[in-house]
T-cell receptor, first 114, second 117 residues
Framework: DQQVKQNSPSLSVQEGRISILNCDYT??????FLWYKKYPAEGPTFLIS?????DKNEDGRFTVFLNKSAKHLSLHIVPSQPGDSAVYFC?????????????FGQGTTLQVKP | DVKVTQSSRYLVKRTGEKVFLECVQD?????MFWYRQDPGLGLRLIYF???????EKGDIPEGYSVSREKKERFSLILESASTNQTSMYLC????????????????FGSGTRLTVV
């Protein structure tokens, strides 16, 4: 039962263009959503997050959009750079209690071509 | 400034061996987690701990156990390694105090690539 789904295993875009990575979730109790970026042989690093009470959060080239009615969020990278090539994981926080457990999607591998 | 340290980057073990993966964090975090990453399956939670000597099963605990004797250290144990445990193992930590300030994320270690032959 995959509560957080990234249905596109891979995405390839040209340098300078927009990259759009998508994520769907099933649990309406999720209160916070995060995107992590992972290079090979390294641990994931935090990229950007959004609270469930908002519909957009922007940080430089990265913007996350949340559509609660559709249970869908997306990460936009504009403009895309070759250094953005990595695996991107969407994650959701359950919110209840203090454990702060995150549930991750399957990941999307982004390749930005020079 | 490394904050979550996993003791080994690469390990090769034989089937049936008992394997210990160590993780240490220096941020005084209460919560610690062990995930494994496999292609197409993302990050799957094995075990987590929200306090010393406390542990909770994640989504895929079978074949694993954990130990948390000190706040800063969380060990993952493969009781009898099998080839289907070949994977990238990731340790992470977090604190409920950070959530008060809007930080819901984890700090991850660099990972341990385990190969069981």
């Amino acid at each position: 039962d995959q509560q957080v789904k990234q249905n596109s295993p891979s995405l390839s875009v040209q340098e300078g263009r927009i990259s759009i990575l998508n994520c769907d979730y099933t649990n309406s109790m999720f209160d916070y959503f995060l995107w992590y970026k992972k290079y090979p042989a390294e641990g994931p690093t935090f990229l950007i997050s959004i609270s469930s009470i908002k519909d957009k959060n922007e940080d430089g080239r990265f913007t996350v959009f949340l559509n609660k009615s559709a249970k869908h969020l997306s990460l936009h990278i504009v403009p895309s750079q070759p250094g953005d090539s990595a695996v991107y994981f969407c994650a959701a926080s359950c919110g209840s209690g203090n454990t702060g457990k995150l549930i991750f999607g399957q990941g999307t591998t982004l390749q930005v071509k020079p | 400034d490394v904050k979550v340290t996993q003791s080994s980057r690469y390990l090769v073990k034989r089937t049936g061996e008992k394997v210990f993966l160590e993780c240490v964090q220096d941020m005084d975090h209460e919560n610690m987690f062990w995930y494994r990453q496999d292609p197409g399956l993302g990050l799957r939670l094995i075990y987590f701990s929200y306090d010393v000597k406390m542990k909770e099963k994640g989504d895929i605990p079978e074949g694993y156990s954990v130990s948390r004797e000190k706040k800063e250290r969380f060990s993952l144990i493969l009781e009898s390694a099998s080839t289907n445990q070949t994977s990238m193992y990731l340790c992470a930590s977090s604190s409920p105090r950070d959530r008060v300030f809007g930080n819901y994320g984890y700090t991850f270690g660099s990972g341990t690539r385990l190969t069981v032959v």
